[in-house]
């Protein structure tokens, strides 16, 4: 469909777009598509680098086939075994029986639990190497980027990282394959999303990644997902190296939960407290409108968090109980923080959001607010004590 697009005279894209998929994962909205990136390099040896989802495949196996001209293929990499990139074994498999499984202890372990058991595994794991004939790969063990096999290829000949899930985003590919050939603020959002919400949990492992790259020259980075960054790589790098810092842009994010409007009433309050004292990147969400993944990617994204619940059966809100469960199992760390809410007839919104945030150790830049049904006006000045140490918080040129 598309003609050979060359990441270098031997090295080749052979990615699809998928724009049909509802949900990554079966979780993820995916409103701007997605794509699957699969390489292949085509040398005196032959090398396919991860294969793509199952149901985007369409014509993957005769893109690979005509890529291969005659040849037959060699090996298949397989820098993570999710099935996003995998979809595509078992017809390769068929198609070259011979072909050579190539990937780390616990590649294997997984590949057999859905392909069946291999004895053509090649094991590389302990810095084996592999000669291609100009290539030469060399492979970077990256567990836990998110699965616990996953792992980078290096192309040592032309300093090509082929990442595997680091430094992709979501987005279908819109014509633009490279990062010079894209605008990446339509991008940005997604790849924030994409890693606050796929990969963040393991920002302790990405981190690790990184100390192990570090010192290794990369001319061009060829993920699994997201455009190809041959131009300026440092760019996809540094977010990600900031983004599992846990740093954060000054900005606040409120999420609210509200049956009837008054929690929702007090989120606009305080909201307009912060402007008034000088913050702009402000962000308001309704929890039980707004899909989950955008609430993380925005509380990922700016320094000042709060979040306000109204009581339900004395508990928090439902939708804000799932959202606090989510943040816990992330990991968020260094963010700053303000609990409000409406008590109903027994409380339990801002008592629960209150031990979220001390079990997770965010510092609440002042007290909790929590109202009895509706504030009457001049009722609000726990509200604009928030909103300013908020304000302060996040900006110190702020008074
Ligand atoms: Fe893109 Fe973790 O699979």
Not at 129 to 147: E, N, S
Not at 236 to 257: K, N, P, Q, T
Request: charged letters at 25%; one cysteine or more.
């Amino acid at each position: 469909m598309f003609g050979k697009i060359k990441i270098s005279d031997k090295i080749f894209w052979t990615g699809v777009n998928d724009r049909r998929k509802a949900l990554f994962e079966n979780i993820w909205p995916l409103p701007e598509g997605v794509c699957y990136n699969s390489y292949i390099i085509v040398d005196e040896k032959t090398a396919l680098i991860d294969t793509v989802d199952f149901s985007a495949g369409r014509s993957f196996l005769d893109t690979v086939e005509k890529h291969l001209e005659g040849k037959t293929l060699d090996y298949l990499i397989i820098n993570h075994m999710e099935l996003d990139h995998t979809g595509e074994v078992s017809g390769l498999l068929k198609k070259y029986p011979e072909i050579k499984i190539v990937g780390n202890i616990n590649t294997r372990r997984i590949f057999e639990s859905y392909f069946g058991a291999t004895s053509n595994f090649l094991d590389v794991g302990k810095g084996e190497t592999i000669d291609l004939g100009y290539h030469r790969l060399g492979f970077v063990m990256t567990p836990w980027v998110h699965w616990p096999e996953t792992m980078m290829t290096y192309d040592r000949t032309e300093k090509v990282l082929f990442s595997g899930d680091a430094f992709g985003t979501f987005g279908a590919l819109n014509g633009g394959i490279f990062d010079d050939e894209i605008d990446f603020n339509f991008y940005e959002g997604e790849a924030l999303r994409y890693y606050s919400n796929i990969v963040g949990k393991y920002s302790g492992m990405v981190q690790k990644a990184f100390a192990k790259l570090a010192g290794v020259e990369i001319k061009c980075i060829c993920p699994t997902h997201g455009p190809v960054w041959r131009d300026n790589p440092k760019t996809i790098i540094d977010l990600y190296d900031r983004w599992s810092r846990y740093e954060a842009d000054e900005g606040v994010v409120i999420v609210f939960a509200s049956m009837y409007g008054n929690t929702e009433n007090i989120a606009d309050y305080i909201a307009r407290k912060i402007a008034e004292a000088g913050v702009k990147n402000i962000r308001i969400h309704d929890v039980s409108k707004t899909h989950i993944s955008y609430l993380i990617r925005d509380i990922w994204k700016y320094r000042g968090i709060i979040l306000g619940s109204c009581s339900y059966n004395a508990e928090m809100f439902p939708a804000m109980e799932h959202l606090c469960r989510e943040i816990t199992h992330a990991g968020l760390k260094n963010r700053k923080s303000g609990i409000f809410g409406t008590f109903s007839w027994n409380g339990g919104g801002v008592k629960n959001l209150r031990k979220f945030a001390e079990d997770i150790k965010w510092e609440q830049v002042a007290e909790a607010v929590e109202f009895k049904g509706i504030p009457a006006d001049g009722d609000y000045s726990k509200c604009d004590a928030l909103a300013a140490a908020m304000a302060r918080e996040i900006n110190s040129k702020i008074p």
